[in-house]
């Protein structure tokens, strides 16, 4: 064949669902940029015009009908470029997840979805359906006919068709029947969520079908936090027969971020400005970076004006403070000072007048301060040191804090009941519920400082926590965002020595010093949550082999056992108090606030593990592991 030279560009899209302005804003702006670059295709993402995350409003043929209006807007940019965009097509009383191919605007024909996610956080066969493989049909709207169905494109001369997501993931995958046919160029439009070390596992899908098919592959995916738990890191790759060509930066804070190539294709093509160094992945750096970007999606979709913590001076709240901090820093770096505030919408002249008297750092920090305010609600059980801690983290970040303590408001519930029953109540007798009622009474005024600034509370559990209920209902889990609850304590710990090393946040050199308490017992008690439970790495251990691996009680104490992580007897113990909290305290994780999904797993009922509120608890499974 002879030489052919195309300009190709893939863009990632912060897309909200049911956005329809902001939406065709971002496409729209991927479709000038992609015109002043000279490109001849443009890939976006998988359902850029509704958003992934629409969940059952895909089931209401309007939402396909207001979809199928805006694409009508979008073909009017597409001059002398071709833009594959995606939305959901209702027919025949079925709904498929589509890419649409507009070529000069004209529609050309609508690709749909062959394979549908169903597992972990995905439930798409809900809502849609797989379109057969090899089948064409012809559908009409608005009184025009339109193709949809296994199509092969052309550009050029050059043969072009799509994966969409899930359908790159499969054995039996469209690509295995695209190449017999010629196909020189395969798109990728995507949804595909944040997790831990993904984005590896995705370089090498395109990469190696690059190299297998022998040809050029381009993939772009969604970008941020779309709908609520789910983020997207917005990864755009071009690739061509097992060479890199172009990969962006992850998680960025822009709406559109863009990556073009020019791509020869010819019997030997030639590849230029290869990629061939990958730096390997650090966990800790993508953690944050997701979390950050969430947190500022979340914010600003919700019309939130900024955070409110309940800041203990432990763990958890501390990586919540440090998050809003790397959120400001991680947004000025990415956007530019002007374009981040501008992009919050919280910030007044006055406000923005004193940004430009100030150094950069002191910028940053009074930014903080009018985006998170901490207070920190000591009771006698308290230490000095955490509220040292509390007091130095905010103070060094420039959040707004204050203090206080509740002994009053605890003194006045726990009079009022024992007036009731006629009796004191006693840590001997009592323990939990003089804990419980500790943790219940911060959360009052914390959420009236949520009200009054029209703020978002954050709810500061951990997915550890989680697993067995170690927390106290419309207490710690007050909240409108649980934004680590899809971390376990472990990592948590760790991550704060590295945050404090390699981020520079010296404020918690004081938490990194502390054992996690919740300092709700008398201090001669000593409380650790490691003493009330066991050993966090052991809790994550059990927690990933009962859920993520999905193994029995008794499979679990075996596994264990062979690695030697503890004597038979205090295994036995452990693994009968988690199964038993984990089953008598689904009720909780019930009702705990929106969490984001940062793992390759959660314990979030409403995302990636279901679970039953009433069951046997486990109590056959865990009498075989008593009778090893």
Known sequence: MEETRLMLAAAALNQTPMDWAGNLQNIQTAITEAKQNNIHILLLPELCITGYGCEDMFLSPWLSEMAFNQLLQVKEWCDGITVAVGLPIFLNKSVYNTACVIKNKEIVGFTAKQFLANDGVHYEPRWFTPWP???VQEFEMLGQKYKIGDIIYEEQGVKYAFEICEDAWRPNRPAERHMPKGVQLILNPSASHFALSKTDVRYRLVVDASKKYQCAYMYANLLGNEAGKMIYDGEVLIAQNGKLIRRNELLCFKDVDMECAEVCFSEKPEIAEVIEYLPPIDENKE?????????????????????????????????????????????????GQEAFVEKA?????????????????????????????????GTINSSDDTYTSAKELADSIGATFYNWTIDEEVEGYTSKIEHALGRQLTWAQDDVTLQNIQARVR??????????KYALLMATSNRSEASVGYATMDGDTAGSISPIAGIDKAFIRQFLIWAQQELGYIGLQYVNNLQPSAELRPQEEAQTDEKDLM?????NMIERLAFHDRYSPEEVYDILLEQKVATPELLKGWITKFYSLWSRNQWKRERYAPAFHLDD????????????????GFRAELQR????
């Not at 600003?300 to 709240?317: I, T, W």
């Not at 592991?625 to 090893?628: G, N, S």
């Open 535 to 539: 050993p966090y790495e052991v809790l």
């Open 601 to 616: 797993y959660n314990v979030d009922p409403r995302s990636w593990l279901r679970f039953p509120i009433l069951s046997g």
């Open 443 to 452: 959360a009052p005024a914390i959420w009236m400082l949520a009200n009054i």
């Open 345 to 377: 919408l919280l910030f007044s002249a006055e406000d923005k007048a004193s940004f430009a008297q100030l150094a950069p750092e002191e910028v940053r920090k009074a930014i903080v301060g009018k985006l998170l305010t901490c207070a920190y609600q």
């Open 133 to 135: 493989a090899h089948e």
């Open 625 to 628: 592991v008593q009778d090893k």
């Open 287 to 335: 953690v944050i970076a997701a979390l950050s970007l969430a947190l500022f999606d979340y914010m600003r979709k919700s019309r939130s004006r900024g955070f409110v913590l309940s800041l203990s001076g432990g763990a958890d709240s501390s990586l919540c403070a440090v998050a809003v901090a790397e959120m400001v820093r991680r947004g000025i770096e990415s956007l």
